[in-house]
Every structure is written in C-alpha cells, then in structure tokens.
C-alpha cells in the first residue's frame, strides 16, 4: 500500500501524541494539546498515511528567511521505507529561500544522517538541550538554496 502525505488536522493530534510517547517517552512527548496549539499557530504540519494508519508526521515552522524542523517521526513499524525522508522533503518543499534550522540529540544516528543526506551540517552543540533526560543536541542547518 502506498504512503499519502497531506496536511495535518486536529483530527490526528491524539495519534501523533501516541507515537510521540512510543518514540520520546524520556524526552518530554508531546501531548495532543501541543500538536493542537502548533497547528493553531498556522504552521506547516504533515502527516502521513497508509491506509487508514497515521504513520507519521512532520512539523515545520516558517517565519520568512528562517525555517524551523520542530518534529519529525516514523511509526517503527514502517521505519526504513523512505516515509521519514518523504516528509522531510515535503516539508522542505515549502522553505525555498528559508534557512531551516533543526535540533537533534547527540545520539541520533538514524536522524543525523537523514538530515545530512538532505543537505544539512552541523553547527554546534547545545549540552542538555532536552530537559528531561539531560541529553545534548546538535544544532543542525541547511542553507538556503539560492
Ligand atoms: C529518523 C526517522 C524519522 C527516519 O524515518 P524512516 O522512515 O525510517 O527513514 P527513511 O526510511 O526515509 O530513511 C532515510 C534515511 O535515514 C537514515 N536512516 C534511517 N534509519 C536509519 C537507521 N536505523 N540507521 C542508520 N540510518 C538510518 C538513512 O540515511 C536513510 O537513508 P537510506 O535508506 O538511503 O540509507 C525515524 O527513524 C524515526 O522516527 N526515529 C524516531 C524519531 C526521531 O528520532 N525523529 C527525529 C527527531 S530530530
């Protein structure tokens, strides 16, 4: 079956929550009322879907010449099919002319190299950047494309 990627709706935010919990549950997950208060704010939020399955989503705020990746999530059952990539490049598909900037924990292999595959770098460290779990991050960036 293939994977739909369209808008987010307030409709999906408990389910989003769910896969928050089962990926970050040590790194503060966000509940349905933060993905609801994104979504109010006019930000640029996708989903995707198999079939009846939300499998995962993207969040993206934009604000003129800067970009941020607020979230980006793969049920792991559907891990390791291009769903993660698909979506960052559909919310990217949206920056053009944007700086897009990201945090990522230190650790995050899987993620890392996603980003760098897609033309982001490192630019530095933010030691226990997440709260819960005292974890650092990676300020990552992709430079605009002229
Ligand atoms: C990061 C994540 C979104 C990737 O989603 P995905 O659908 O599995 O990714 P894709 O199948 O599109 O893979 C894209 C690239 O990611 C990298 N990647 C994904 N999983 C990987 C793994 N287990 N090990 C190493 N690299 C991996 C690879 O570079 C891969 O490219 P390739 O298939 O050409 O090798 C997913 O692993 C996830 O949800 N992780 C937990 C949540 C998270 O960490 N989000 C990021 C927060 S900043």
Known sequence: ????????????????????HLLFDFDDPWSPAAFLEALAAGHRYLSAWEGDSLVGYVGLACGGREAEIHALAVDPAYQRRGIGRALLRAALDHTAGATVFL????????????????????????RGYYQASGADAFTMRRVACS
Request: glycine letters at 6%.
């Open 1 to 20: 079956m293939s994977v739909l990627i369209g808008p987010m709706s307030a409709a999906d935010a408990v389910r989003c929550s769910e896969l928050e």
């Open 103 to 126: 945090e990522v924990r230190t650790d995050n292999e899987p993620a890392i190299q996603l980003y760098r595959s897609e033309g982001f770098e490192v630019i530095g460290i933010r």
